[in-house]
């Protein structure tokens, strides 16, 4: 079945860092991808949509030059966090559609935990 | 805008009973998805079952199935036989033309 790989699961580091997470479509195309940010006990709240080829589409609130999104490719998109502080801290999860089959629901990965000290 | 709902924040089952999860959503679209989610400790999201605005059949997936009414835009999920494993959060989430939209969730816990 359709597998969507997120790398690193989790991440600890100092705040300044910059971190990238990415987020990979193992047996599929993806034109689109999305990514996600989830505080605990919370539900996931969509960030912005990751388009192949052209700038991703943020959501309303979400800073484009805190959180950048590079989809050069139909199977990777990377989510980059700069800058990050402790505010930064959460759980990200992306999630990816099949290009050919778009009306099947689309497939997570497995998150990534970042914590920024 | 769509919203999802669901007013349950938690629910409690004894194993191999019945449950039910609420979901009501407000949308004006005539074509679009419903999901639910599935999200244990680990956090990983797995598609639970999904049903196609279309199909007035309600979908079924082994010991899950909904009860979806669409004129009044709900959407429930029935456990049956509930597992310890049915253990988690469940979020309702509605999909029209590309974005997902999630509920709050509900966090099921089931008792042995």
């Known amino acids: 079945g359709a597998v969507v790989s997120q790398h690193p699961s989790r991440v600890i580091c100092k705040s300044g860092t910059s971190v990238k997470i990415e987020c990979r479509s193992l047996d599929f195309q993806a034109t689109t991808m999305f990514w996600y940010r989830q505080f605990p006990k919370k539900s996931l709240m969509l960030m912005a949509t990751s388009n192949e080829g052209s700038k991703a589409t943020y959501e309303q609130g979400v800073e484009k030059d805190k959180f950048l999104i590079n989809h050069a490719s139909l199977t990777l998109s990377t989510l980059t966090v700069t800058s990050a502080h402790p505010e930064d801290s959460s759980f990200y999860i992306c999630s990816a559609r099949d290009t050919f089959y778009s009306n099947q629901p689309q497939h997570f990965g497995d998150g990534t935990r970042l914590s920024i000290l | 805008a769509q919203t999802v709902t669901q007013s349950q924040p938690e629910m409690s089952v004894q194993e191999a009973e019945t449950v039910t999860l609420s979901c009501t959503y407000d949308t004006s679209e005539n074509n679009y998805y419903l999901f639910w989610y599935k999200q244990p400790p680990s956090r990983q999201m797995i598609l639970v079952i999904r049903?196609?605005?279309?199909?007035?059949q309600n979908a079924t997936e082994n010991r899950f199935s909904v009860n979806f009414q669409k004129a009044a835009k709900s959407f429930s999920l029935k456990i049956s036989d509930s597992q310890l494993g049915d253990t988690a959060m469940y979020f309702c989430a509605f999909s029209g033309s590309e974005k997902l939209v999630f509920g709050k969730g509900t966090k099921l816990t089931v008792n042995p």
């Open positions: 049903q196609e605005a279309y199909k007035q």
